[in-house]
């Protein structure tokens, strides 16, 4: 674990320049936003109040940014936020569609503001369609798209993945890609857009791989825990060791599946047809008694680092003390945050974490005044109850 009391700003990184202006939210959009913040853009958050929820206080996402509070419900703070965008090249805007519309903030006026501005929008249904103005969260939008189905054993229910699939991976990262493409449209054509990002969309995306199994006949989509990726395959899953803790394995190429059957001393002559599904269980029990004679130490010491495609299964609070993790410095501690470190790497123009979280309305003057605001125009706001 590297510390990171003194932050990197050595590195511009490869955003450099680039002007994000995001609306406070919850989970995806701020995701994207500290994505773009890690890389060198600047990322000035919008917050409704001086007083965050105590869930989002300290959130490892509000890293690298600035923070301005603005009522975006009094006319005058409406226009502050349009006055930023002029000089913005993108927005991330995560409300319920037509919100942002009624608030008068929407792609029309903003784009009326800024032609070249592209204006990312993150929901879970998507603009559009009929669930398009429903409540919802990570697990409904995996299990519309089909992937909360296929994960877990067979004999149980689904087994819920967090929520990296639908708000991160379906919805933050594909948020900050599609504001990456609109930038470099922008920047080719002259004209900005509007990015509708859904949920559910990404997380059909994600879903790729299965979908061309299936189609190929190689998985079933109406049982799950009994394919290649989810734990069906014995050499593709999680074991219990002598000290109950865990490990995993990968063997999935023959070359490896071979090395895992010679170094765990298991009859390589009858268990040689990997693909035979009818062994599977024999295997699985074989490989159960097997991990289960050692400590997840031990195994670390006997496997780690060969081509049986093993790692032990760790806890979130052990993650920066492997060794591996440690070389590549993946976590940082800043402000005494154990979080990870910006990626992905690059060679010329690292990412880097500019500064913890500020607090709510922290740079609101200086932001307003690199708008073009006079110090008693801001006074007035002030009074009026525009700005925090």
């Not at 700003?9 to 450099?16: D, V």
């Not at 990262?173 to 990456?180: N, Q």
């Amino acid at each position: 674990m590297t510390k990171r009391s003194d932050l990197e700003k050595k590195s511009c990184g490869p955003l450099a320049g680039f002007k994000i202006i995001e609306l406070a939210g919850i989970g995806p959009g701020p995701m994207a936003g500290m994505l773009l913040a890690d890389m060198g853009a600047e990322v000035i958050l919008v917050e409704r109040s001086a007083r965050r929820n105590p869930l989002s206080d300290g959130d490892i996402s509000f890293r690298g940014k600035r923070s301005v509070v603005i009522n975006l419900k009094h006319q005058e703070g409406r226009d502050a936020f349009l006055r930023l965008i002029q000089t913005a090249d993108a927005v991330i805007e995560g409300f319920r569609p037509g919100v942002a519309e009624r608030l008068g903030i929407g792609p029309k006026e903003a784009l009326s503001r800024n032609p070249r501005l592209v204006y990312g929008r993150i929901t879970g249904w998507g603009q559009d369609g009929p669930l398009a103005n429903a409540a919802g969260h990570d697990i409904n939008y995996i299990a519309l798209a089909g992937a909360l189905f296929a994960i877990g054993h067979a004999d149980a229910r689904p087994t819920i993945p967090l929520n990296l699939i639908g708000d991160m991976g379906g919805g933050g990262m594909l948020l900050a890609f599609g504001i990456l493409c609109g930038l470099l449209h922008a920047k080719q054509s002259g004209h900005g857009q509007v990015i509708d990002a859904a949920m559910v969309d990404g997380v059909a995306i994600l879903m790729w791989l299965i979908h061309s199994l299936h189609a190929k006949g190689n998985w079933s989509a109406q049982v799950r825990g009994t394919n290649l990726l989810d734990g069906g395959a014995p050499y593709y899953d999680v074991y219990r060791t002598r000290d109950n803790q865990y490990v995993c394995i990968g063997s999935i190429e023959p070359q490896f599946y071979s090395e895992l059957l010679r170094r765990l001393g298991i009859n390589e002559h009858q268990f040689a047809d990997q693909s035979d599904r009818q062994l599977w269980p024999h295997l699985r029990n074989e490989l159960e008694k097997v991990f289960a004679c050692r400590t997840r130490s031990e195994w670390q010491t006997l496997l780690e680092g060969t081509d049986v495609c093993f790692a032990p299964v760790l806890a979130p609070d052990e993650v920066a003390s492997h060794p591996h993790n440690k070389a590549r410095q993946t976590y940082w501690d800043i402000g005494g945050t154990l979080q990870p470190a910006p990626a992905p790497r690059f060679s010329r123009t690292p990412g880097a974490v500019r500064h913890p979280p500020q607090c709510p309305g922290q740079d609101t003057e200086v932001i307003l005044k690199a708008a073009g605001y006079s110090s008693e125009h801001i006074a007035d706001l002030k009074r009026t109850g525009a700005i925090v």
